[in-house]
């Protein structure tokens, strides 16, 4: 299994950007696709997960009502939606494969990483 992330880039605080995650490899309905991302001299963190089936989705406090994550099972990927970027979302976002998952927040708990893509945010 392999995942690709992209859409990174430069935006201004308030703006939006989307991120996608190419899953290569066979995919089942309990699998889950996870968002992380670090930002300079800070650990890993949670920032939203959704089950292949699309039946459940999950999303750390700090970007609730603003990101939104979704998956396209035609074209194995997962999409992360970006608005109301703030300064403080500036960072490198990795997506991660479950399997079976939980939706969990803890990093350990997915098998599989992408490579990162850098955001940043500028006010």
């Known amino acids: 299994v392999q995942l690709q992330a992209s859409g990174g880039g430069l935006v201004q605080a308030g703006g939006s950007l989307r991120l996608s995650c190419a899953v290569s490899g066979p995919m089942f309905r309990n699998y889950v696709i996870g968002w992380f991302r670090q930002a300079p001299g800070k650990e890993r963190e949670f920032v939203a997960a959704v089950r292949w089936s699309g039946s459940a989705t999950a999303y750390a406090d700090p970007v609730k009502g603003r990101f939104t994550v979704s998956r396209d099972n035609a074209k194995n990927t997962v999409s992360l939606q970006m608005d109301s970027l703030k300064l403080e979302d500036t960072a490198v976002y990795y997506c991660?494969?479950?399997?079976?998952?939980?939706?969990?927040?803890?990093?350990?708990?997915?098998?599989?990483w992408g490579q990162g893509t850098q955001v940043t945010v500028s006010s």
């Open positions: 991660a494969l479950d399997r079976p998952g939980g939706l969990s927040v803890l990093e350990n708990a997915y098998d599989y």
